[in-house]
C-alpha cells in the first residue's frame, strides 16, 4: 500500500504532497470538498480526522496520521535527503524549524483566519486581528535572522522539509508584500522553494501554480 494524503486547497497538505513527490515516496491522493462540507461528514469525522480538519496522512498500514507537521518530519525520515543528519546540530535546528512552524507560526495564522473561534466578543475581533499580524511580523523575523545572506535554505544550498514547510506557512501571509518587505530572505527562500518541480506539481494540483 501507499501513503493516501486528504488535501483541499490552500490546506496545509501543500507542504507533505511536495515532499511525498520530492522523496519519491508512492502515494496516493484523495480531495475532500470543503465547500459540500465533505470534511464535516460522519464518515470523514468517523475515518479520516476526528476533528474534521484537513490535511490528513493514512500510512501504508491504514493508520491515520493528523498534524501537518508531524507529517512533514515523518515523510523526511522516508527521505534522507530532506533532511540534516541525524545526530547533528543541523538536524536538532530541523526539528526546531519545524516545530516552530507548527507550534509559533500556524497557531498565529489561526488567530488572523479562524479569530471567532478564539474571541467569542465580535467586536474584538478586529483588535484580536490587528494584533495577531503584529505578532506574526516577529515570529517571521526570528526566521529571517536565522538565514544566511546568501544561501536560499535553512542549511545551505540544499532543501530541507523544513523549507518546504516554512514556505507554505509564508504563503499563508495576509499581506505578501509586507512579509516581503520586512522579510526579503524569508521571501528568497520561499521562491526557491517554489522553483522546485516537485512544489510545482503540488501547486497546480492545488490550484495556486502562478506560471
Same mark, same amino acid.
Given at each position: 500500500m501507499s501513503h493516501i494524503l486528504y488535501w483541499s486547497p490552500k490546506a496545509g497538505s501543500l507542504a507533505p504532497l511536495c515532499l511525498l513527490i520530492e522523496g519519491g515516496i508512492p502515494h496516493e491522493t484523495v480531495r475532500v470538498n470543503t465547500a459540500a462540507r465533505?470534511?464535516?461528514s460522519t464518515a470523514y469525522l468517523r475515518d479520516v480526522h476526528p476533528l474534521g480538519t484537513i490535511p490528513a496522512l493514512r500510512l501504508?498500514?491504514?493508520t491515520v496520521m493528523l498534524e501537518s507537521g508531524a507529517?512533514? /518530519?515523518? %515523510?523526511?525520515e522516508l527521505a534522507p535527503s530532506l533532511?540534516?543528519?541525524?545526530?547533528?546540530?543541523e538536524r536538532a535546528l530541523f526539528l526546531q524549524w519545524v516545530t516552530y512552524g507548527a507550534g509559533t507560526l500556524y497557531p498565529t495564522y489561526l488567530r488572523i483566519y479562524h479569530t471567532d473561534d478564539v474571541v467569542p466578543l465580535e467586536a474584538a475581533r478586529d483588535g484580536a486581528r490587528a494584533a495577531a499580524l503584529e505578532a506574526l511580523d516577529r515570529r517571521?523575523?526570528?526566521?529571517e535572522d536565522a538565514l544566511g545572506?546568501?544561501?536560499?535554505?535553512?542549511?545551505g544550498d540544499d532543501v530541507s522539509a523544513a523549507d518546504v514547510y516554512l514556505a507554505m /506557512?509564508? %504563503?499563508?501571509?495576509?499581506?505578501?508584500?509586507r512579509l516581503t518587505a520586512a522579510c526579503p530572505k524569508v521571501a528568497?527562500?520561499?521562491?526557491a522553494v517554489w522553483r522546485m518541480p516537485s512544489m510545482r506539481q503540488a501547486l497546480a494540483l492545488h490550484g495556486l501554480d502562478r506560471g
Open positions: 465533505e470534511h464535516k501504508p498500514d491504514g507529517m512533514v /518530519l515523518h %515523510l523526511a533532511a540534516p543528519a541525524a545526530g547533528t546540530t517571521w523575523q526570528v526566521v545572506p546568501e544561501r536560499p535554505y535553512l542549511f /506557512l509564508a %504563503l499563508w501571509h495576509p499581506e505578501a508584500e528568497r527562500m520561499k521562491d
